[in-house]
């Protein structure tokens, strides 16, 4: 048997070379990312029709498809997740059934897969709804996918408020409407973004819920029942189907990565000034 | 006497109606997508039925072959190996990051972690296809395989992985490890002692979820694992998940076919679904 | 179950002798009108839950009198309190069982309107609480809940009750800065202001002075005793002093076994001088609780 100070060296040095190789792969794909892709990016790429199935050209028509799906996405999952988590944190008791098997059935619908999601999607949305390949079709998708991420992370924010205003609120004989618009939500505001924010990466990132929903037609979209390509399904797209279309594939991811880091670090930022604000009242 | 106390503002029932309406739309959601799947499912069920799924000649669904079980394996077997790899190095990755590294880099690393938990798992599995399978390939040929499927699985889901352990060893009572300085333990005394135990609930959970997720991806095992039905016999061989054979045969599948393709979608769900309760009640959430 | 003894006649009993109103040096309580009462309360039971927190208080709140509930933490007085306003409401699992009488009707009937009821009993809480709003917004955001719609009358109500709590040299010229920015003292009286406008008939006050200060406490304590009369009072406090500062009435409170009960009420300088319970004496002077 070794010694202790051996073991706490063998440890050591696991858990550094863990890290190392942590750090390495990370960096490895970044310079991959950026030496493969960074020579494709210009403003002509962000701005120019998609051609020869996207081994040239940019890719225009996927970045409106992507806004559009995200749009659907968000205005339809964003009321519904405000309203469930307002219902969640002011209405009903943590501990009451309803609480309970509303927030179980929310947890598990975080855990599908996404391409159950999309089995879903096509089934019910592009099929039995009769949407077909569309962008409204993929919208709704995500729509059922980010909800989980909008209501969790909107309920915390609410949970946030300090109790003293609501109690404030109701001696002043206001109604429980009026405290939540007036005072509950725009304290919670920073959360209700930074919800906001994660639902949008997720949806951004995703490739197989959309794949059977919104489709591959990387023309520019002229409605929400056309088809359209999303941003990650054309990565996917150039790279498997595409011969040639390495490059272009790996200027999409970077501008994907990109929006990505953007989108987290908003939410980031307003997660922390909710925190500060909460701080200072304390 | 006790009294139900009924609020007479009328905004306020209005209210409390839509709030209720919105929350029985997202409960729907989950429904809904067991009804369709089963929907769906229901004439593959009723016609080829579950034993067949595992015992028929192949996957030939065209020839009315059904059998999932090569896939199933390909699934568990690429989601066991990646959960091998990153579990340790997500576990010890966290562990540098509260014990190890100087505060300035463990909190560097912890925002490099979370960066990489960001990456869609279609960039890594472009990243597979056009740099991991070429060296494998130039080793073992044809190099997109199970080999493959399970490091990029790894790489994907070590975030996970690492996001949770960090989590539940920050959860450690500070006290356990104080006391544990104050007697003297040697570092790897404390770790795997004190600190590991405490968090182990947490630990667990976090893998639990990481498997739920390996076991879950679609695109990234699709783009570097070969995609072919079989058995593997080897590390090397080419390999399809069952994600994967959804992703693939969706586009063109008819009837039974189609069918027997949401057959394999709700085995999934309910395979995933079940590991993530684990992992929930296990205290391995990730939030956000 | 306790004995309550409830003296409450002995102030119009002793109306006619000359000397009950002379209240002493310390008791600067202004002198008790007619014992009218604005709030009766009857057999009030209060449970979380099973537990109960409250038992059997029966007792009156006379109009225009600053009553002091006085007793060790969790002896019931803030639960006594939230059940005058159905702030009882709010907490999952709460029972309330009694009656609890303002101007004649039964708050707790089924058909109450809780929200009406509130803007007539104000409460203000240990810690200040005002909304991360403007003051402005603080004080006219619950008079447009009520109805006042009319800029010149809201501006003149802001105006109004900022002077009655004395903030309104202070804060005038930063009418639409934030409350939160105000200092803990200010941000009391800002409370009470915001109570106040609504011209309410009663105010609750739960330690009001108990996060402040000593300066802003007294001129928060000044203030309280300056409502006296044009309003009913009922302030809880561990501060005895302060109770015998300014209290016309006090109710004692003392929890056994977690449930509290009403052991003694009646003039307040009786409470002090001459107990009748010897609980009461023994907290009065220090010796428990």
């Keep these: ?282 | 006497m006790s009294r139900s106390h009924v609020n007479k503002s009328h905004a306020d029932d209005i209210l409390r109606i839509a709030l209720m309406s919105a929350a029985v739309l997202a409960v729907g959601v989950l429904l809904l997508i067991l009804l369709f799947l089963v929907r769906e499912s229901w004439p593959a069920l009723q016609r080829i039925g579950l034993y067949r799924f595992v015992s028929d000649a192949g996957w030939h669904p065209l020839e009315g072959a059904f059998n999932l079980a090569p896939m199933l394996i390909a699934t568990f077997a690429a989601a066991l190996g990646a959960i091998l790899i990153a579990g340790p190095i997500g576990i010890a990755s966290a562990v540098f990051g509260r014990f190890y590294a100087p505060p300035v880099i463990a909190e560097t690393f912890r925002r490099m972690v979370a960066l990489l938990a960001g990456i869609p798992s279609v960039v890594f599995g472009l990243w597979g296809l056009t740099v991991l399978v070429p060296i494998i390939a130039k080793w073992q040929p044809p190099g997109a395989s199970l080999l493959a499927g399970m490091l990029i699985l790894a790489f994907m889901v070590l975030p996970t992985v690492a996001l949770t352990a960090d989590a539940a060893l920050k959860a450690v009572p500070k006290q356990y490890l104080h006391g544990a300085n104050a007697l003297g333990i040697s570092q790897a005394g404390l770790i795997f002692n004190v600190a590991i135990p405490a968090a182990r609930s947490g630990l667990i959970g976090g893998i639990l979820l990481a498997t739920a997720r390996a076991l879950g991806e679609t695109m990234a095992v699709l783009m570097v694992a070969g995609n072919v039905v079989q058995v593997p016999n080897s590390l090397f061989d080419p390999v399809r998940v069952l994600t994967a054979n959804i992703a693939l045969e969706m586009a063109y599948a008819t009837t039974e076919h189609r069918s027997a393709l949401f057959v394999s979608g709700l085995a999934l769900m309910l395979l995933v679904v079940g590991l993530a309760a684990m992992a929930g009640k296990l205290g391995g959430r990730l939030h956000g | 179950m306790t004995q309550i003894k409830q003296t409450p006649t002995h102030c119009c009993s002793e109306v006619n002798n000359s000397n009950a109103y002379t209240l002493g040096p310390i008791e600067a309580g202004p002198p008790c009108c007619e014992p009218d009462p604005a709030i009766r309360v009857q057999n009030l039971t209060l449970s979380y839950g099973g537990q109960s927190a409250l038992d059997n208080v029966s007792l009156d709140i006379y109009r225009g009198c600053i009553t002091a509930l006085i007793g060790p933490s969790g002896c019931g007085k803030t639960s006594f309190l939230s059940s005058i306003n159905r702030l009882t409401d709010l907490i999952p699992n709460c029972t309330v069982t009694g009656k609890v009488e303002i101007e004649n009707t039964d708050i707790h009937a089924a058909d109450m309107d809780v929200q009406a009821l509130r803007r007539r009993v104000g409460m203000i809480f240990q810690k200040p609480n005002p909304f991360p709003l403007s003051i402005r917004r603080n004080i006219q955001m619950p008079l447009r809940e009520h109805g006042v719609k009319d800029r010149a009358l809201l501006e003149t109500k802001l105006q109004t009750a900022l002077q009655d709590v004395g903030l309104w040299d202070e804060v005038k010229d930063r009418l639409d800065s934030s409350a939160l920015s105000l200092s803990g003292g200010q941000q009391q009286r800002l409370c009470i202001a915001r109570a106040l406008a609504l011209q309410p008939e009663i105010l609750l006050m739960d330690e009001p002075c108990s996060a402040l200060d000593p300066l802003s406490s007294a001129v928060v304590e000044d203030l309280i005793l300056s409502l006296s009369g044009r309003y009913t009072v009922v302030i809880v406090t561990h501060n005895l002093a302060q109770a015998r500062r300014i209290a016309n009435y006090a109710g004692f409170f003392w929890a056994k076994e977690r449930t509290g009960k009403l052991v003694e009420f009646g003039r307040c300088q009786q409470i002090f001088e001459s107990p009748a319970h010897e609980l009461t004496a023994a907290y009065v002077s220090g010796a428990r609780g």
């Design chain 1, 1 to 282: 048997m070794a010694s202790i100070h051996q073991r706490d060296l063998l440890l050591t040095g696991f858990v550094w070379s863990a890290a190392a190789l942590v750090i390495g792969s990370f960096l490895w794909l970044l310079s991959d990312m950026l030496l493969q892709g960074a020579g494709q990016l210009s403003w002509d790429f962000l701005t120019a029709e998609t051609e020869n199935a996207g081994r040239a050209g940019g890719i225009a028509p996927v970045l409106v498809s992507t806004l559009l799906i995200l749009a659907v996405a968000i205005l339809v999952a964003g009321p519904i997740g405000l309203a469930t988590a307002v219902l969640l944190s002011e209405f009903i008791a943590k501990d009451n059934r309803i609480a309970r098997a509303i927030g179980m059935s929310i947890d598990v619908l975080a855990g599908v897969p996404s391409i159950v999601f999309g089995l879903f999607g096509m089934a019910f949305f592009s099929a039995y709804l009769g949407l077909g390949f569309s962008i409204l079709a993929g919208g709704l998708t995500l729509a059922c996918m980010v909800l989980p991420i909008l209501i969790r992370t909107i309920e915390e924010g609410l949970s946030a408020v300090p109790d003293e205003w609501r109690k404030g609120a109701a001696v002043l004989g206001m109604s429980r409407l009026s405290a939540l618009f007036y005072i509950l939500l725009p304290a919670a505001a920073p959360a209700l973004a930074a919800g906001l924010m994660l639902g949008i990466g997720r949806a951004m990132a995703e490739t197989a819920a959309l794949i059977f929903t919104s489709g591959y037609v990387d023309r520019m979209p002229s409605s929400l029942h056309d088809s359209g390509r999303a941003l990650a399904v054309h990565i996917y797209d150039l790279s498997m189907n595409v011969a040639g279309g390495d490059a272009n594939a790996y200027a999409s991811a970077l501008v994907l990565v990109i929006m990505l880091i953007i989108i987290n670090n908003i939410a980031l930022m307003l997660a922390n000034s909710l925190l500060q604000k909460r701080i200072s009242l304390a």
